[in-house]
């Protein structure tokens, strides 16, 4: 039984990627900040029915020693580094946190693997966000990054000491570069789920409007759960190295919102307001991922379209809701 690590189990990306590796017969492992919320903090796991099959263990990404201890006792096969400050909006209001636990953090995982498992397999999750101001029409592994934002760079200084690691050390260490990916697991702070469960509050009469930023904002958007099969596939090949991960077709903002309420029946235009306060402070305008090395390489195709996604979002936020308000 190959026994797997995750940092960031209890987020979308976490939970998908349990559930994957259970069903593939793993022992799955799982880092866990301590919190004052942690009656919540499983779940995504819980949701999935999958948080008693979880190992769960106590640490913090930014305790290099609690790293070491952790990565000895549980001898992971295969580690995947999915924790960060992962909100961009917030970024700019913590760039200092963003810094430390979406960049520096990936240094701590990358020394303790070099001295307590260097011959485990390692997965850092990079982000289609460090091509920010993007130097290509379509972004591929040799774009030039230009990162728009503290969790852009954050992301970015993670990405290249996961490349130097594997080249200095000989680790096998794998970077997905992946694009905007979604769930209903996804947190209610993103857009596209603020969409969705806003869509959900208004055809159920509990809100009128959803207040956005920037609309024609055009994002390469796939499902997590394709996007958890594309790591697990990264960590399964004889050579360590790095791939785009997209879906390979851009929708604006507005469009992906017209999907949402058109699932329930109302128009888009008679219930969003633009709201100046939410426009970035430097706006990543399209992101547009080129995985034919994926395709070649890995085998992978993404499965579930964007409109099939928002659409599964949508009933998942009036099952939620509905399910509070038949509780008050």
């Known amino acids: ?10 987020g979308q990306d976490g939970a998908y990627l349990s559930q994957l590796l259970l069903d593939k017969g793993y022992e799955v492992w799982g ?23 979880v190992k769960m263990v106590d640490g913090n990404l930014l305790d290099i020693s609690g790293l070491i201890r952790t990565i000895r006792e549980v ?29 520096l953090a990936v240094v701590n995982m990358l020394e303790a693997i070099r001295l307590e498992a260097p011959r485990a397999r390692f997965y850092q999750a990079s982000s289609s966000e460090m091509y920010g101001l993007v130097q290509e ?5 040799k774009t030039p990054f230009y990162p728009r934002s503290p969790y852009g760079v954050a992301k970015l200084f993670g990405h290249w000491m996961t490349v ?21 697991l996804r947190g209610i702070e993103f857009v596209t789920r603020k969409v969705t469960h806003g869509v ?21 958007w796939g499902h997590s759960k394709d996007y958890a099969r594309a790591m697990w596939l990264m960590m399964q090949q004889e050579k360590p190295d790095d791939y785009v991960i997209a879906t390979g077709r851009t929708t604006t903002v507005r469009a992906m919102c017209e999907v949402a309420f058109a699932h ?3 128009k888009a235009a008679d219930h969003i307001v633009i709201d100046p306060e939410l426009f970035r402070p430097a706006e990543v305008d399209i992101l547009l991922g080129d995985a034919s090395k994926a ?20 009933d998942a936020d009036m099952e939620r809701l509905a399910t509070k308000r038949g509780r008050a």
């Open 164 to 184: 130097n690691y594997r080249e200095s050390f000989g680790l096998h260490a794998s970077s997905g570069i992946l694009f905007n990916h979604e769930s209903p």
């Open 264 to 266: 329930v029946g109302l």
């Open 31 to 53: 880092l866990v900040r301590r919190s004052s919320m942690a009656d919540v903090n499983d779940g995504r796991l819980r949701w999935l029915g999958i948080a008693d099959r």
């Open 75 to 103: 001898k992971p096969d295969e580690i995947y580094n999915l924790a960060a400050q992962s909100f961009v909006r917030s970024s700019w209001q913590q760039p200092i946190l963003t810094s430390n636990v979406t960049g």
């Open 295 to 314: 395709r070649a390489t890995l085998g992978w195709e993404p499965k579930i379209s964007m409109e099939a996604m928002i659409r599964e979002m949508v």
């Open 137 to 141: 029409p379509v972004q591929s592994e």
């Open 200 to 220: 959900a509050s208004i055809k159920l009469g509990l809100t009128k409007e959803i207040r956005l930023g920037n609309i024609d904002a055009q994002r390469d």
């Open 1 to 10: 039984m190959k026994r797997a690590f995750i940092t960031g189990v209890t």
